[in-house]
C-alpha cells in the first residue's frame, strides 16, 4: 500500500462505517475489561471482509491518535500492517511510536517493517538505531551491517548516513560500542573509520576521532572528505597550524586539483584572519578555471583586503565582461578608488551601479565624495534625490546629511537635521548620538549630556556613548569623578579600545595625575596613531617637562596628517 493513499483509505472507512453501521463499531475483545483509552485489536474480529477489517483498524488508529491516544493508535496500525503485509503501514506505526517516545512498541514496529520490508536500508537503520538506544550493541551492528550490504553501490554515503545518525544519539557510551565491533570487522574498510571519526568528534572525543580518521587515511590517501574531516577535528581541537598541513600536505600530493579541497584551505585561513595566505589559495583556483566567477569574486574582494588593488581591479573587470555579479563588481571597483584617492573615479563606478542591495550605498558614497570634495550642495542634491524604501534607509540619509553639513562645518545645520530627524524618531541611537556630536561643536553641552544619557538609559553597555559622555564631561567641565566613572564603563567592556583608553589618559590628565596620564596616552598611541591622541600625549608630556619629547609626538602626527587643527591648535597654545 502507498502512503500517498492512507488518507484516501481513512476517508473512505470513515464514510463506509458512518453510514452503514446502525449500531456501535464492534470493540476489540481481549477476555477482560478495558480502559477507554487504551484499547488494542484483538484476533476476533466479526468483519465480512479483509477491506471491512482494514477499514475499521484505520479508522480507530486515525481517530486515537487525533484524541492523543497513542497506545491504542500504534496498536491498530501495527494490526493494520499486519492485515495488509504493508510496510508503509508498519514505517507508520514506528514513526509514530518514536514521536510518543514509546519505546517497546517503536522496536515491535520497527521490526516488523524490517520483517515487510526486508530490502529498505531505511528500515533497517532505523531499527538499529532503536537498539543502540537499549543498548543491544549486538543486534544494532547486524542492522548496520544490512544497511551497508544493501547499498553497496553508494557505501559512502550509507556509512555518512548512519554516522549522522548516530551523532545523534545521546547514549554516547552506546554509540562507540556499536562502532568499535563495526571497525573490529572492517578492519580495511576506510568508510568505517570515517564514520567513527565524524561521530567521535561530534561527541567531542577528538583524540579518538583524530585515531580513526588517520586510519581511514591510511587506507585511502587521496580522499578529500576525510581531509576535510581530520582538518575540521584539528581545528575543533585548536591546532590550526596541524589543519593547515593536513590540507597542504594533500594538495602536494594526488589532490593538487582538487577545487573542494583548496576551497576548504581558503575559507581556512579566511576563518582564522590569515587573508593573504586565503588570497593565494583563491588565486590558484582563478588560475585552474578563469570561468569560475565566484572563485573570481571571492580573489578580488580578498586582494582589495589585502590591499593588492591592480589584482582586485582585474579580477573585478573580468566579471563585467563576464556579466557576472557586474552590480557588484562596480561597487567594488569604487572602493578601489576610493582607497587609491580617485574620488571621481569611484563616483563613476557608483553611478553605473543599478537598483538592488549595493544601490543605496553606491549613492550614499557619490554624495560623501562629492562633500569630501568641498561640493556641498551637489552632494546634498545627490543625498535628497536618493529613494528610500525603510526607517532604516531614512536613516542612513538623515546622518548622511548631517555629516555633509558637518564636513562643511556648517555645524547649526547639521544639528538641525539630526533635530528634525528625532521629532520622528525620538529614540534612535544613532541619530542621538550624532545629535549630540553636533551639539558639543555649538556648545550647547545640556544637549550632549542629555541625548547621551537617553543612549546610554536605553544601552547601559553602549561604549561610544559612555566613552564620548566621560570625555565630554573630562574635557569641557569639571566634573572629574562623573567622568572618570562613566571611562572605566566603556573601557571595562572595551579594555583595547585606543579611544577610551585615550579618555582614561585625558581624565587622568584633568585630574593632575600626570604619570598615569602618560601611561594611558603612550598605550593608546601604539594601538593606533591618531592625531587626538598624539595632541594629548604631546600636551601632558609638555606640561611634564619633556617638551622635546612632546614636540617630537606633534612633528610625527603632522607628518601624517598635514595642518591637523587639533595639533596645530595645541602647538599654538604652548607657543610654538
Same mark, same amino acid.
Given at each position: ?25 464492534? /470493540? ?18 466479526? +468483519?465480512?471482509?479483509?477491506? %471491512? ?47 510518543? /517516545? ?91 573509520? +570515517? ?37 575540521? !577535528? %584539528? ?11 593536513? +590540507? ?16 576548504? =584551505? ?8 590569515? =587573508? ?8 590558484? =583556483? ?49 572602493? !578601489? ?9 569611484? !563616483? ?49 540619509? +538623515? ?93 571595562? =567592556? ?83
Amino acid at each position: 500500500m502507498n502512503m500517498r493513499y492512507l488518507h484516501v483509505i481513512i476517508l473512505v472507512a470513515m464514510a463506509a462505517y458512518l453510514g452503514a453501521c446502525t449500531a456501535s463499531p464492534p /470493540q476489540p475483545d481481549t477476555g477482560k475489561p478495558q480502559p477507554a483509552q487504551s484499547r488494542g485489536p484483538t484476533q476476533q474480529h466479526p +468483519f465480512e471482509s479483509q477491506d %471491512q477489517k482494514l477499514f475499521y483498524e484505520l479508522l480507530v488508529a486515525e481517530m486515537a491518535w487525533k484524541r492523543e491516544d497513542s497506545t491504542t493508535a500504534i496498536a491498530y496500525y501495527l494490526e493494520a500492517a499486519k492485515t495488509t503485509g504493508s510496510p508503509e503501514l508498519a514505517e507508520r506505526a514506528t514513526r509514530m511510536a518514536e514521536f510518543a /517516545q514509546a519505546n517497546e512498541q517503536a522496536m515491535t514496529a520497527a521490526q516488523l517493517w524490517t520483517e515487510l520490508a526486508p530490502d529498505s536500508s531505511e528500515a533497517h537503520q532505523f531499527l538499529g538505531t532503536l537498539y543502540v538506544r537499549a543498548s543491544r550493541a549486538e543486534d544494532a551492528l547486524a542492522q548496520y551491517r544490512r544497511v551497508v550490504t544493501l547499498e553497496k553501490q553508494d557505501e559512502t554515503q550509507a556509512y555518512i548516513r548512519i554516522s549522522s545518525q548516530l551523532s545523534k544519539e545521546s547514549n554516547q557510551e552506546g554509540v562507540l560500542k556499536v562502532l568499535d565491533l563495526l571497525i573490529s570487522e572492517e578492519t580495511s574498510n576506510p568508510f568505517a573509520f +570515517f564514520s567513527y571519526a565524524h561521530v567521535a568528534a561530534r561527541f567531542n572525543r577528538l583524540p579518538l576521532a583524530l585515531t580513526q580518521i588517520d586510519k581511514a587515511l591510511a587506507i585511502k590517501p587521496d580522499w578529500s572528505e576525510a581531509v576535510i574531516l581530520k582538518s575540521r !577535528i %584539528q581545528q575543533m581541537n585548536k591546532d590550526i597550524d596541524g589543519a593547515v598541513t593536513t +590540507f597542504k600536505t594533500a594538495l602536494d600530493g594526488p589532490l593538487k586539483s582538487n577545487t573542494s579541497l583548496r576551497m576548504a =584551505l581558503g575559507r581556512l585561513f579566511m576563518d582564522v584572519k590569515r =587573508l593573504e595566505e586565503a588570497r593565494e589559495q583563491y588565486v590558484i =583556483l582563478a588560475q585552474q578555471d578563469a570561468t569560475n566567477m565566484d572563485v573570481i569574486y571571492a580573489a578580488a574582494l580578498l586582494s582589495l583586503q589585502v590591499e593588492k588593488y591592480k589584482e582586485a581591479r582585474e579580477y573585478l573587470l573580468k566579471m563585467i565582461k563576464a556579466k557576472a555579479r557586474d552590480d557588484e563588481a562596480r561597487f567594488y571597483l569604487g572602493q !578601489i578608488e576610493e582607497k587609491v584617492n580617485n574620488p571621481a573615479g569611484a !563616483i563613476k563606478y557608483y553611478r553605473d551601479v543599478d537598483a538592488g542591495e549595493y544601490y543605496l550605498t553606491a549613492q550614499m558614497r557619490i554624495g560623501a565624495l562629492l562633500a569630501r570634495q568641498g561640493k556641498t550642495e551637489e552632494a546634498l542634491k545627490q543625498v535628497r534625490r536618493i529613494p528610500t524604501e525603510t526607517e532604516q534607509e531614512r536613516i542612513q540619509l +538623515f546622518l548622511l546629511e548631517g555629516d555633509i553639513m558637518a564636513e562643511a562645518g556648517r555645524f547649526p545645520e547639521a544639528f538641525d537635521i539630526y533635530d528634525q530627524a528625532l521629532r520622528d524618531l525620538p529614540d534612535n541611537s544613532n541619530l542621538l548620538y550624532a545629535r549630540a556630536i553636533a551639539a558639543e561643536k555649538l556648545d550647547r553641552l545640556d544637549v550632549v549630556e542629555h541625548d547621551l544619557r537617553k543612549i546610554i538609559a536605553q544601552d547601559p553597555n553602549n561604549v561610544q556613548a559612555l566613552n564620548a559622555l566621560g570625555y565630554t564631561l573630562a574635557d569641557r567641565t569639571t566634573r572629574y569623578d562623573e567622568a572618570l566613572e562613566f571611562i572605566k564603563r566603556a573601557l571595562a =567592556l572595551e579594555p583595547k579600545d585606543a579611544a577610551i583608553i585615550d579618555s582614561m589618559g585625558w581624565i587622568h590628565y584633568r585630574m593632575g595625575r600626570n604619570q598615569e596620564a602618560l601611561n594611558y596616552l603612550k598605550e593608546a598611541i601604539a594601538l593606533m596613531g591618531d592625531a587626538e591622541i598624539a595632541a594629548h600625549l604631546g600636551e601632558v608630556l609638555w606640561v611634564s617637562g619633556n617638551k622635546q619629547e612632546a614636540v617630537k609626538v606633534w612633528n610625527r602626527a603632522l607628518r601624517d596628517t598635514p595642518e591637523n587643527k587639533q595639533i596645530m591648535e595645541v602647538m599654538r597654545r604652548f607657543g610654538l
